[in-house]
């Protein structure tokens, strides 16, 4: 599998590790539901899914790649900065 | 004709006898052979025994779907089992061996089980064995598991050296046959990087085994021709003896090379082999079709082969299967099988083509080597070979290891490769095309990547036609469809008859396809008889799931150069020469090498940290403290982004001072511990535990990138930069006093817990923290790397009068455990800052990684296991970790449990076993003796719950 | 028809032609008492379970695809019980015990092989955690052994004790742990719980669940409606795509563990043997294949296949535990789906909604579990409640703070 | 800081001087070790990215991350001053060491580590990455058409120079 690195372009998952889904969002609230839905329960989709990758044997940035869990087909790859401040905070 | 060397002809070279051996017989062949064209040459056809009834088997094929002629090569650590003996280049000195056997190849007792044969059926194992129960493991198992496997394998290390690569191209074309050579030739040309990849010695395919006209010359001079042109480009990348085994995920393909398997021993410069992942934009699978065997009785006897095979020896090898053969064949190869072999001189006694006559064969004759076939109507016809052509497969399995399945194309009777996006693409006979004009033109095809398709040259077409002819009902023999695993034709109808309809569920039934050759040439033929007993089409039926490893790969490939002490890295630290020059014993801590003790003339382990420790606590020590994570923290933020890391607070931190920080991870659990200092008012210094640093710092990356992207911090692991030394002990003031240029290190000037750039030695630049690991007057000092050693010494020198001693982490751990400083055992990834007696330190102000879920009533229960001291009751007696801690009046049992003891040491101060344990509601439990249960080592004892600081709980010395 | 040495030598004169088949194909009915969704280990352990000791007969598994096409088809086959936090052993010991009957009580030869599990540690500190996990074993009953370098050694000494990077101090021995021939527990519960009345209905996938206020009344498959008063899943990696169908989503992620086979080989390797110092695991299959494996791939994944990164480490493992492999061929390798959970533990229990039952979380421990999970899940469906044998696996243990994390890395699933 | 005091590197004693490995002639590569000199990481302040790497083009700065350089050359505390405001800056002069590639198979050698493809087309000279080599990270620059520089963490450089040497036998190589 490649991912293409927006800050090296295109290497192989051996230079990456993962962390999960992407799409839960830290809560801002106290609220121990909320907090609990997003440390522990996931979506878990087949098919296109947002996955933390961190470039650890490279750059060090952390991304958000775009990928099917289904065919591994990888879309895209976007820093988790740049997906932080596209989504704003919840 | 003289014996089965052909006297002219093949891609021999006559000028180059080479002597080898077969089970200690030895023979003579030509460089080029391969061992089992060499074999034959000599007539020897009995190369191996099936798995099952231990039936005589000979070579099948000529190339690596090779089911039968498997032997075991060379000696000692280079010994290596099953090795197909069409793929093996023959060279001098070879010996080889056949397997499977006792007590020879020849005589083998094992044959007994093919009396038996007719109980041996599929799925027959599941089914008895089990009476009385005791005997399965004690008695059939072992029997079963010596009379299965294949070769030996050996238990020594591989003396040979083996290499990873990468390597990167805009096209791969796997299969360097006509289809290939075509496509390589066209993108070659149109100057795009290609690599042209052929598992055989010779690159040609095809072309060195057929008789072929392309281009008005031969079809081998073809391929020599177009080959010398693309060795000619600098954009062509040719890799002979390369077996592209898998296609992964991004068009990745791995592949190996033998680099040396054709010679005795390669030089000890060279790999044995060569393991490469190859990087393409596009690849072509031009890796051909395989022809299939028949199934009909007898079709395993030794001198039955596929068709090609024998012309491919007559060919390539100048060599004779036979001196009189028959053809068995259900297409148009029959013919061109028979005219080659007569040209070669090898009389044909009979063609038996399905498709002409219904009386087809039902026997092979003979044991050892066949002597002739019977007919359907009882005829029998003298002959020392059969040549059989079932049909033509295409190779299919490279485009099928990612989850598509091939579909099944009746008018070649053969599955063909599914539509897998333009980035890798079949072509030839791989493809379907069983016609060579068709090849051609379909690999150049392939190899254009842009603009139109060049015209191809001329050839000869060999007609192609047939008509399935699968399995020989009538046959009176054992009718084979996986040779090696001895699956017949009828174990299929009986899976169906018994429920295992799926042909997955066949496959694991009566596990045809599950051998070494993984069923290339049997599992079309199994399908077939399988869609027959349960009336369903091929489609229906479908293909078992094609999975890498296309052959199998050698560990030692897919390993590399990372084995043995190359297995993982090395670390050393900066002070490993000057603990090294003292006799320091290392000890593996992740990928560091740290000094562990410093043995004194015979000393023990524990004599050795018993002593360091006294000197240190008496006087002074010095100790490699270089691996603990040291990571700069800067910027406008860095006090705001340590406030939310940790659970407590750093903003109070005043510069020139450190602070012991506690982070949690996000569930609430302990993550890591490590002092951090304020260098200046926007630059922190952090150290983590040796164990965590990595992932420390990429948590710090996450939180930062993936939480809270527009903090101004900047951060950067130094670990590397600086070699530090703890100085410890009532003297590690009066030793550094000696080294410090211009600064008193009074408690004014130098307080506890003071960090400072300080100057040493006379000029050098260097930062010393008072902090104390050991519960001792201590400090930190760390300078840059490459001085580390030599300020080592120097220490050591300045503290000579105080006697100071070297202490390795032996000694740090009962330091610290006398201490009741928690580590590693306490550390464990299951406790709480409360667990660990820090709750206190839990800010209330602010959030931080942690605060939430710290609150779940779990983490919170006051039943929770936390941490106290543990000693012997007895002061004489020992406790050793990992000991479960039980309740004084309670029976062994889990739900008495508790508790465990983390960490124990031997304490030099108060002469008795200390330790700290993990208690249920420990802290209210000082002084409460209870059972120490160590039932692994058969030890019951009693101990004494306490506080966790064994020694100098008033930190008198700490602060003396 | 009963398997014994006499039905196989009648079988065998009359050439095999009256087996009879070792279960129905049977269509759907228009409801039963209890569907089981997933003809895997656990599903039809189950469903064998739930006929034979809770008499609940109107029982169907349903299986998408064939029999047994899921992990415990495709698994490394280790069964132990080498637990140390409290509410696990007492689990998987019950596993232990029912595979050691297991044979005779369905009458399948599952080929159960108590060939010992050898676990090795590198580090004093691994010593140490293997001292307080064997004992956590003996307290529990469970059969332990602490061996050092020298007892490693006499056991295995092709073992690289010469030039490791890591060297062997030690290793922790479960003798009563072995392997089991993973296709054969499925067929063998299949066989043992059709001939109960069971229905196994291969090819039925499920794609929705239905209820009516709060209660399940049945299940859409590709098969059509299928009705039923309770529902128990047992989908493995496909946990959290079936559970959402009732809109539940669980504390669980999906991720490919590769396996592997080897050429066959004459015995080579005993019993089963775990290495510390990198993530490798390996025995040997009465056919004489070392089957092995280590890691997850470490992305989520639906692929039943991994890449090579993962392959490389693994054999390099392979390689620094047993130099002798060097020259040994890998013959296939392939993936299966884990439910990996946030624990490392897993699920066995009751959801909020009425009828509907969980069996998930498995990670790549559950196929030694599966006699005790089918018996557990049996009970907790039957019974409306869970058996104190999976007391410790229920669902909201993640809320209240009570998670059962062996490893100590908490919500990380793949790193457990 | 002047270097006042002798610097030990950790392949004082193991990257011998000679030729090794095959004999084709002249050496497949050449290794050396370039003398001990500067190198400060500097990572850009927010906001401050292209200021920092305007004010760069008058030092040796190779990229090494995200708006991140190494600085060759040039003391920490010149870098640091000259750079206050734009950037953090973090002496690592002590914590790489640095060994220079150079010679017809360079690429092949390297090609044994890196999944980066090498090819003057994809990597040109004056280019640098971060990758990893026989599992230790890299940080790899281009510094001539079959030259590079590679740095690696001090701790990991004797067991990084042994792989790589070894990866260089085929070819046959010399240590300057
Ligand atoms: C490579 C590998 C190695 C392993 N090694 C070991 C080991 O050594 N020891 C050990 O104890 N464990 C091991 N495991 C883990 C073990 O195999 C699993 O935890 C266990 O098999 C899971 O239970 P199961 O058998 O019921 O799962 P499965 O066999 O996967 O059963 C689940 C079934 O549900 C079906 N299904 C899913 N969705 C639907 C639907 N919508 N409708 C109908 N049916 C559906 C699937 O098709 C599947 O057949 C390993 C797993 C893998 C993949
Ligand atoms: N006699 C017949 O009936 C018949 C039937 C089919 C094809 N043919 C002829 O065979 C020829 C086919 O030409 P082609 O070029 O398509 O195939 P080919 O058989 O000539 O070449 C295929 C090459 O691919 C290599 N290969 C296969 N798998 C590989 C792998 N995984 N890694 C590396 N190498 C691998 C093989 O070693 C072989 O050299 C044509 O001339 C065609 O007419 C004849
Ligand atoms: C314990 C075990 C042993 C296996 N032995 C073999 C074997 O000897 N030969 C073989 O081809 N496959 C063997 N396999 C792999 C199976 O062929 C198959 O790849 C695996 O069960 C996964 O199924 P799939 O590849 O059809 O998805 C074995 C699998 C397991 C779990
Ligand atoms: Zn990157």
Same mark, same amino acid.
């Given at each position: 599998m490649l991912i293409n690195c927006p800050h090296c372009g295109t290497r192989p998952i051996e230079e990456f590790t993962f962390n999960g889904d992407a799409s839960p969002q830290r809560p801002q609230s106290q609220d121990m539901n909320a907090w609990y839905d997003y440390i522990y329960l996931r979506?878990?989709?087949?098919g296109r899914f947002d996955e933390y990758a961190h470039h650890s044997s490279g750059c060090r940035a952390w991304l958000v790649v775009t990928r099917d869990?289904?065919?591994?087909?990888v879309f895209a790859a976007v820093t988790a900065k740049d997906y932080a401040r596209e989504r704003g905070t919840p | 004709m003289t014996g089965f060397r052909l006297d002219k002809g093949g891609?021999?070279?006559?000028?180059t006898t080479l002597n080898f051996s077969f089970d200690g017989k030895v023979f003579t062949g030509f460089q080029g052979d391969t061992l089992a064209s060499a074999l034959i040459a000599n007539n020897? $056809?009995?190369m191996g025994r099936s798995f099952k009834y231990h039936r005589p088997r000979g070579v099948?094929?000529?190339?690596?779907?090779?089911?039968?002629a498997l032997v075991t090569l060379r000696e000692g650590g280079r010994q290596e089992a099953n090795t197909r003996a069409t793929m093996v280049e023959l060279y001098d000195g070879l010996a080889a061996r056949s397997q499977n056997r006792w007590p020879s190849l020849n005589f083998d007792?094992?044959?007994?089980n093919s009396l038996a044969s007719h109980m041996f059926v599929a799925g027959f194992y599941y089914k008895t064995f089990?009476?009385?129960?005791?005997?399965?493991?004690?008695i059939y198992e072992p029997l079963i598991r010596r009379a299965a496997g294949l070769g030996h394998a050996s238990k020594e290390a591989d003396p040979d050296k083996y290499e990873k690569a990468y390597a990167h191209c805009d096209l791969l074309i796997i299969g360097s046959g006509p289809t290939g050579l075509m496509a390589a030739l066209t993108a070659a040309r149109a100057g795009v990087r290609i690599i042209l990849a052929d598992?055989?010695?010779?690159?040609?395919g095809s072309l060195l085994n057929e008789n072929e006209e392309i281009d008005s010359v031969s079809g081998l001079d073809w391929a020599l021709a177009a080959l010398s042109e693309l060795r000619s480009l600098p954009n062509v990348t040719l890799m002979p003896?390369?077996?592209?085994f898998g296609w992964y995920d991004g068009n990745v393909f791995g592949a190996v090379e033998?680099?040396?398997?054709?010679?005795a021993e390669p030089s000890?410069?060279?790999?044995?082999q060569r393991y490469t992942r190859i990087f393409a934009r596009r690849a072509v699978m031009a890796t051909g079709a395989e022809e299939r065997p028949i199934v009909f009785?007898?079709?395993?006897?030794?001198?039955?082969?596929?068709a090609s095979a024998m012309r491919t020896y007559a060919?390539?090898?100048?060599?004779?299967?036979?001196k009189s053969i028959v053809v068995f064949t259900n297409n148009d190869s029959g013919k061109r099988t028979a005219s080659d072999l007569r040209r070669a001189g090898v009389h044909v006694e009979a063609i038996i083509d399905s498709r002409k006559t219904a009386?087809?064969?039902v026997d092979v004759k003979?044991?050892?080597?066949?002597t002739g076939v019977e007919l359907g109507n009882h005829r029998s016809i003298p002959c020392d070979a059969v040549a059989m052509s079932g049909g033509w497969s295409p190779i299919v399995n490279l485009m099928c290891h990612r989850g598509a399945k091939p579909l099944w194309n009746e008018s070649i009777a053969g599955f063909v490769p599914p539509?897998?996006?333009?980035?890798f693409v079949a072509a030839g006979s791989a493809a379907g095309h069983m016609l060579l004009s068709e090849c051609l033109a379909d690999g150049a095809r392939a190899g254009t990547m842009k603009g139109r398709v060049p015209a191809v040259p001329k050839c000869r077409d060999e007609r192609f036609a047939v008509t399935p002819l699968w399995?020989?009902?009538?046959?009176?023999g054992k009718a084979f469809v996986d040779y090696q695993n001895d699956a017949t034709a009828k174990d299929l109808p009986l899976a169906a008859r018994e429920g295992y309809r799926d042909i997955e569920l066949a496959k694991r039934y009566t596990?045809?396809?599950?051998?070494t050759d993984q069923g290339k040439l049997g599992n079309v033929n199994a399908i077939a008889i399988l869609a027959d007993a349960t009336g369903r089409t091929m489609d229906q039926v479908g293909t078992t799931t094609f999975r890498p490893y296309y052959t199998p790969v050698s560990f030692g490939a897919l390993a590399g150069p990372f084995v043995?002490? $190359?297995?993982q890295p090395v670390r050393k630290t900066p002070l490993h020469d000057w603990a090294y020059e003292l006799g320091a014993t290392f000890v593996e801590a992740g990928l560091w090498m740290r000094s562990s003790w410093f043995p004194m003339d015979g000393e023990d382990w524990l004599a050795a940290a018993t002593r360091e420790v006294l000197a240190t606590r008496s006087g002074v020590g010095i100790c490699d403290v270089s691996t603990l994570g040291k990571i700069d923290v800067q910027g406008p933020d860095a006090t705001e982004f340590l406030n939310r890391l940790?659970?407590?607070?750093?903003?109070t931190l005043a510069a020139g001072r450190a602070r012991y920080g506690l982070m949690l991870r996000e569930d609430g659990i302990v993550f890591d511990d490590g002092t951090t200092s304020r260098l200046a008012e926007d630059h922190f210094l952090m150290t983590t535990t040796t164990a965590n640093a990595a992932r420390v710092m990429a948590h710090m990356e996450f939180c930062h990138q993936?939480?809270?992207?527009?903090?101004?911090v900047q951060y950067v692991s130094v670990t590397e930069q600086w070699g530090q030394m703890a100085i410890a002990g009532p003297k590690a003031r009066a030793t550094l006093q000696k080294i410090v240029d211009d600064i008193t290190l009074d408690d004014t000037s130098f307080p506890y817990l003071a960090a400072r750039p300080v100057s040493i030695l006379g000029g050098m630049q260097a930062r010393l923290f008072r902090i104390s690991f050991s519960g001792e007057h201590a400090y930190e000092l760390a300078v840059p790397a490459d001085y580390g050693s030599m300020v080592a010494r120097a220490v050591m020198q300045a503290g000579q009068e105080f006697g100071i001693t070297p202490y390795g982490v032996e000694a740090l751990s009962i330091m610290r455990i006398e201490k009741g400083h928690v580590a590693g055992g306490e550390l464990?990834?299951?406790?709480t800052a409360g667990d660990l007696g820090?709750?206190?330190?839990?800010?209330?102000?602010k959030d931080y990684v942690g605060r939430m879920m710290a609150q779940r009533e779990g983490l919170q229960d006051p039943n929770r296991q936390c941490v106290v001291g543990i000693r012997p009751y007895d002061p004489k007696g020992k406790i050793r970790s990992g000991a479960h801690i039980l309740n004084k009046?309670?029976?062994?049992?889990m739900a008495a449990d508790q508790g465990y003891i983390s960490s124990v040491a031997w304490s030099p101060m108060l002469e008795m076993w200390v330790g700290l344990a993990l208690v249920a509601n420990g802290r209210s439990r000082h002084g409460e003796i209870v059972k120490l249960f160590d039932g692994i080592r058969n030890t019951l004892t009693y101990g004494v719950i306490c506080?966790?600081?064994?020694?100098?709980r008033e930190n008198i010395k700490l602060h003396a | 028809m009963k398997y014994s040495v006499f039905s196989l030598l009648k079988n065998t004169l009359s050439g095999h032609k009256n087996w009879a088949p070792a279960w129905r194909d049977p269509e759907p009915k228009k409801e039963y008492d209890v569907i089981i969704i997933g003809g895997g280990g656990h599903g039809l352990a189950t469903a064998y379970y739930l006929a034979k000791?809770?008499?609940?007969?109107n029982v169907a598994v349903l299986e998408?695809?064939?029999?047994?096409?899921g992990n415990v088809g495709r698994n490394t086959t280790i069964i132990r019980?080498?637990?140390?936090? !409290?509410?696990?052993n007492p689990f998987y010991e019950w596993s232990m015990k029912l595979w050691e009957g297991l044979e005779q009580d369905f009458?399948?030869?599952?080929?159960?092989?108590?060939r010992g599990v050898l676990n090795l540690c590198h580090t004093d500190a691994q010593r140490d955690a293997f001292a307080r996990r064997g004992n956590a074993m003996r307290l529990d009953g469970v059969d332990a052994e602490l061996l050092d370098a020298q007892g490693v050694r006499e056991m295995? !000494?092709?073992? &690289?004790?010469?030039?490791?990077r890591f060297p062997i101090k030690g290793g922790i021995l479960q003798r009563r742990g072995g392997t089991v021939r993973h296709d054969a527990v499925a067929w063998g519960y299949a066989r043992g719980a059709d001939l109960r009345g069971v229905d196994i209905i291969q090819n039925c996938e499920v794609t929705g669940i239905k209820t009516n206020s709060g209660k399940v009344v049945g299940v859409q498959t590709n098969r059509g409606y299928i009705a039923c008063r309770k529902l128990g899943l047992a989908?493995?990696?496909?946990s959290s795509e079936v559970a959402a169908m009732a809109g539940l989503k669980l504390p669980i992620e999906s991720h490919v563990l590769q396996a592997f086979v080897s050429e066959g080989l004459k015995p080579y390797i005993d019993g089963v043997i775990t290495f510390g110092a990198g993530h490798f695991y390996v025995s040997q299959s009465d056919k004489g294949g070392l089957v092995f494996g280590g890691d997850i791939d470490g992305y989520n994944s639906y692929a039943r296949r991994g890449n090579l990164p993962m392959v490389e480490h693994v054999i390099e493992a392979g390689v620094a535990m047993i130099?002798?492999?060097?020259r040994v061929r890998v013959l296939r390798s392939w993936g299966g789906i884990m439910d990996m959970s946030m624990d490392g533990s897993p699920i066995i229990d009751k959801t909020p909604i009425d009828g509907l039952y969980l069996n998930a979380g498995?990670?790549?421990?559950?196929f030694k579990a599966t006699p005790a999970s089918g018996w557990c899940f049996a009970h907790t469906i039957a019974k409306d409640e869970p058996h104190k044998l999976n007391a410790?696996?229920?669902? &909201?243990r993640f809320a209240r703070g009570h998670m059962i994390d062996e490893k100590g890395q908490g919500a990380t699933p793949n790193l457990h | 800081m002047p270097d006042l005091f002798i610097r030990v590197s950790p392949l004082s004693d193991i990257a011998i001087q000679g030729r090794f490995g095959?004999?084709?002639?002249?050496?497949g590569v050449m290794f050396s070790l370039p003398a001990p000199s500067h190198m400060v990481t500097v990572i850009a302040r927010k906001g401050k990215a292209k200021a920092l790497a305007q004010a760069l083009k008058n030092f040796d700065a190779r990229w090494a991350g995200p708006d991140q350089y190494f600085v060759w050359g040039e003391p920490y505390e010149t870098v640091s001053g000259k750079l206050k405001g734009l950037a953090s800056c973090s002496d690592q002069s002590h914590g790489r060491v640095v060994i220079g590639i150079v010679g017809p198979h360079v690429r092949q050698v390297l090609a044994k580590g890196s999944?980066?493809?090498?090819?003057p087309a994809e990597f040109p000279v004056g280019k640098s990455a971060l990758t990893q080599m026989a599992h230790v990270g890299v940080h790899v620059t281009?510094?001539?058409?079959d030259a590079f520089e590679i740095s690696v963490f001090r701790g990991f450089s004797e067991s990084f120079w042994e792989w790589i040497t070894e990866q260089a036998e085929e070819f046959g190589y010399q240590v300057t």
């Amino acid at each position: 599998m490649l991912i293409n690195c927006p800050h090296c372009g295109t290497r192989p998952i051996e230079e990456f590790t993962f962390n999960g889904d992407a799409s839960p969002q830290r809560p801002q609230s106290q609220d121990m539901n909320a907090w609990y839905d997003y440390i522990y329960l996931r979506h878990n989709p087949k098919g296109r899914f947002d996955e933390y990758a961190h470039h650890s044997s490279g750059c060090r940035a952390w991304l958000v790649v775009t990928r099917d869990t289904q065919t591994h087909e990888v879309f895209a790859a976007v820093t988790a900065k740049d997906y932080a401040r596209e989504r704003g905070t919840p | 004709m003289t014996g089965f060397r052909l006297d002219k002809g093949g891609l021999i070279d006559r000028t180059t006898t080479l002597n080898f051996s077969f089970d200690g017989k030895v023979f003579t062949g030509f460089q080029g052979d391969t061992l089992a064209s060499a074999l034959i040459a000599n007539n020897v $056809h009995l190369m191996g025994r099936s798995f099952k009834y231990h039936r005589p088997r000979g070579v099948i094929s000529a190339g690596s779907s090779e089911p039968n002629a498997l032997v075991t090569l060379r000696e000692g650590g280079r010994q290596e089992a099953n090795t197909r003996a069409t793929m093996v280049e023959l060279y001098d000195g070879l010996a080889a061996r056949s397997q499977n056997r006792w007590p020879s190849l020849n005589f083998d007792v094992g044959a007994v089980n093919s009396l038996a044969s007719h109980m041996f059926v599929a799925g027959f194992y599941y089914k008895t064995f089990m009476w009385p129960k005791s005997f399965w493991e004690k008695i059939y198992e072992p029997l079963i598991r010596r009379a299965a496997g294949l070769g030996h394998a050996s238990k020594e290390a591989d003396p040979d050296k083996y290499e990873k690569a990468y390597a990167h191209c805009d096209l791969l074309i796997i299969g360097s046959g006509p289809t290939g050579l075509m496509a390589a030739l066209t993108a070659a040309r149109a100057g795009v990087r290609i690599i042209l990849a052929d598992e055989s010695a010779a690159l040609g395919g095809s072309l060195l085994n057929e008789n072929e006209e392309i281009d008005s010359v031969s079809g081998l001079d073809w391929a020599l021709a177009a080959l010398s042109e693309l060795r000619s480009l600098p954009n062509v990348t040719l890799m002979p003896r390369t077996t592209v085994f898998g296609w992964y995920d991004g068009n990745v393909f791995g592949a190996v090379e033998r680099v040396n398997d054709h010679v005795a021993e390669p030089s000890p410069y060279e790999p044995r082999q060569r393991y490469t992942r190859i990087f393409a934009r596009r690849a072509v699978m031009a890796t051909g079709a395989e022809e299939r065997p028949i199934v009909f009785g007898g079709n395993d006897v030794p001198g039955v082969m596929l068709a090609s095979a024998m012309r491919t020896y007559a060919n390539r090898y100048a060599a004779a299967a036979g001196k009189s053969i028959v053809v068995f064949t259900n297409n148009d190869s029959g013919k061109r099988t028979a005219s080659d072999l007569r040209r070669a001189g090898v009389h044909v006694e009979a063609i038996i083509d399905s498709r002409k006559t219904a009386h087809l064969i039902v026997d092979v004759k003979g044991g050892k080597r066949v002597t002739g076939v019977e007919l359907g109507n009882h005829r029998s016809i003298p002959c020392d070979a059969v040549a059989m052509s079932g049909g033509w497969s295409p190779i299919v399995n490279l485009m099928c290891h990612r989850g598509a399945k091939p579909l099944w194309n009746e008018s070649i009777a053969g599955f063909v490769p599914p539509d897998v996006g333009s980035a890798f693409v079949a072509a030839g006979s791989a493809a379907g095309h069983m016609l060579l004009s068709e090849c051609l033109a379909d690999g150049a095809r392939a190899g254009t990547m842009k603009g139109r398709v060049p015209a191809v040259p001329k050839c000869r077409d060999e007609r192609f036609a047939v008509t399935p002819l699968w399995w020989v009902k009538e046959s009176t023999g054992k009718a084979f469809v996986d040779y090696q695993n001895d699956a017949t034709a009828k174990d299929l109808p009986l899976a169906a008859r018994e429920g295992y309809r799926d042909i997955e569920l066949a496959k694991r039934y009566t596990t045809a396809g599950m051998a070494t050759d993984q069923g290339k040439l049997g599992n079309v033929n199994a399908i077939a008889i399988l869609a027959d007993a349960t009336g369903r089409t091929m489609d229906q039926v479908g293909t078992t799931t094609f999975r890498p490893y296309y052959t199998p790969v050698s560990f030692g490939a897919l390993a590399g150069p990372f084995v043995r002490h $190359h297995f993982q890295p090395v670390r050393k630290t900066p002070l490993h020469d000057w603990a090294y020059e003292l006799g320091a014993t290392f000890v593996e801590a992740g990928l560091w090498m740290r000094s562990s003790w410093f043995p004194m003339d015979g000393e023990d382990w524990l004599a050795a940290a018993t002593r360091e420790v006294l000197a240190t606590r008496s006087g002074v020590g010095i100790c490699d403290v270089s691996t603990l994570g040291k990571i700069d923290v800067q910027g406008p933020d860095a006090t705001e982004f340590l406030n939310r890391l940790y659970c407590n607070t750093f903003s109070t931190l005043a510069a020139g001072r450190a602070r012991y920080g506690l982070m949690l991870r996000e569930d609430g659990i302990v993550f890591d511990d490590g002092t951090t200092s304020r260098l200046a008012e926007d630059h922190f210094l952090m150290t983590t535990t040796t164990a965590n640093a990595a992932r420390v710092m990429a948590h710090m990356e996450f939180c930062h990138q993936a939480h809270w992207p527009d903090l101004d911090v900047q951060y950067v692991s130094v670990t590397e930069q600086w070699g530090q030394m703890a100085i410890a002990g009532p003297k590690a003031r009066a030793t550094l006093q000696k080294i410090v240029d211009d600064i008193t290190l009074d408690d004014t000037s130098f307080p506890y817990l003071a960090a400072r750039p300080v100057s040493i030695l006379g000029g050098m630049q260097a930062r010393l923290f008072r902090i104390s690991f050991s519960g001792e007057h201590a400090y930190e000092l760390a300078v840059p790397a490459d001085y580390g050693s030599m300020v080592a010494r120097a220490v050591m020198q300045a503290g000579q009068e105080f006697g100071i001693t070297p202490y390795g982490v032996e000694a740090l751990s009962i330091m610290r455990i006398e201490k009741g400083h928690v580590a590693g055992g306490e550390l464990n990834g299951t406790t709480t800052a409360g667990d660990l007696g820090l709750g206190k330190m839990m800010s209330t102000k602010k959030d931080y990684v942690g605060r939430m879920m710290a609150q779940r009533e779990g983490l919170q229960d006051p039943n929770r296991q936390c941490v106290v001291g543990i000693r012997p009751y007895d002061p004489k007696g020992k406790i050793r970790s990992g000991a479960h801690i039980l309740n004084k009046g309670d029976a062994a049992s889990m739900a008495a449990d508790q508790g465990y003891i983390s960490s124990v040491a031997w304490s030099p101060m108060l002469e008795m076993w200390v330790g700290l344990a993990l208690v249920a509601n420990g802290r209210s439990r000082h002084g409460e003796i209870v059972k120490l249960f160590d039932g692994i080592r058969n030890t019951l004892t009693y101990g004494v719950i306490c506080d966790p600081v064994h020694y100098d709980r008033e930190n008198i010395k700490l602060h003396a | 028809m009963k398997y014994s040495v006499f039905s196989l030598l009648k079988n065998t004169l009359s050439g095999h032609k009256n087996w009879a088949p070792a279960w129905r194909d049977p269509e759907p009915k228009k409801e039963y008492d209890v569907i089981i969704i997933g003809g895997g280990g656990h599903g039809l352990a189950t469903a064998y379970y739930l006929a034979k000791i809770h008499g609940i007969t109107n029982v169907a598994v349903l299986e998408k695809s064939w029999l047994g096409s899921g992990n415990v088809g495709r698994n490394t086959t280790i069964i132990r019980s080498n637990y140390m936090l !409290p509410g696990n052993n007492p689990f998987y010991e019950w596993s232990m015990k029912l595979w050691e009957g297991l044979e005779q009580d369905f009458n399948f030869n599952a080929m159960v092989s108590q060939r010992g599990v050898l676990n090795l540690c590198h580090t004093d500190a691994q010593r140490d955690a293997f001292a307080r996990r064997g004992n956590a074993m003996r307290l529990d009953g469970v059969d332990a052994e602490l061996l050092d370098a020298q007892g490693v050694r006499e056991m295995y !000494p092709f073992l &690289d004790f010469a030039n490791a990077r890591f060297p062997i101090k030690g290793g922790i021995l479960q003798r009563r742990g072995g392997t089991v021939r993973h296709d054969a527990v499925a067929w063998g519960y299949a066989r043992g719980a059709d001939l109960r009345g069971v229905d196994i209905i291969q090819n039925c996938e499920v794609t929705g669940i239905k209820t009516n206020s709060g209660k399940v009344v049945g299940v859409q498959t590709n098969r059509g409606y299928i009705a039923c008063r309770k529902l128990g899943l047992a989908a493995a990696g496909n946990s959290s795509e079936v559970a959402a169908m009732a809109g539940l989503k669980l504390p669980i992620e999906s991720h490919v563990l590769q396996a592997f086979v080897s050429e066959g080989l004459k015995p080579y390797i005993d019993g089963v043997i775990t290495f510390g110092a990198g993530h490798f695991y390996v025995s040997q299959s009465d056919k004489g294949g070392l089957v092995f494996g280590g890691d997850i791939d470490g992305y989520n994944s639906y692929a039943r296949r991994g890449n090579l990164p993962m392959v490389e480490h693994v054999i390099e493992a392979g390689v620094a535990m047993i130099p002798g492999l060097s020259r040994v061929r890998v013959l296939r390798s392939w993936g299966g789906i884990m439910d990996m959970s946030m624990d490392g533990s897993p699920i066995i229990d009751k959801t909020p909604i009425d009828g509907l039952y969980l069996n998930a979380g498995w990670c790549y421990g559950g196929f030694k579990a599966t006699p005790a999970s089918g018996w557990c899940f049996a009970h907790t469906i039957a019974k409306d409640e869970p058996h104190k044998l999976n007391a410790a696996y229920r669902m &909201d243990r993640f809320a209240r703070g009570h998670m059962i994390d062996e490893k100590g890395q908490g919500a990380t699933p793949n790193l457990h | 800081m002047p270097d006042l005091f002798i610097r030990v590197s950790p392949l004082s004693d193991i990257a011998i001087q000679g030729r090794f490995g095959a004999d084709h002639g002249v050496p497949g590569v050449m290794f050396s070790l370039p003398a001990p000199s500067h190198m400060v990481t500097v990572i850009a302040r927010k906001g401050k990215a292209k200021a920092l790497a305007q004010a760069l083009k008058n030092f040796d700065a190779r990229w090494a991350g995200p708006d991140q350089y190494f600085v060759w050359g040039e003391p920490y505390e010149t870098v640091s001053g000259k750079l206050k405001g734009l950037a953090s800056c973090s002496d690592q002069s002590h914590g790489r060491v640095v060994i220079g590639i150079v010679g017809p198979h360079v690429r092949q050698v390297l090609a044994k580590g890196s999944p980066i493809d090498f090819h003057p087309a994809e990597f040109p000279v004056g280019k640098s990455a971060l990758t990893q080599m026989a599992h230790v990270g890299v940080h790899v620059t281009r510094v001539g058409a079959d030259a590079f520089e590679i740095s690696v963490f001090r701790g990991f450089s004797e067991s990084f120079w042994e792989w790589i040497t070894e990866q260089a036998e085929e070819f046959g190589y010399q240590v300057t």
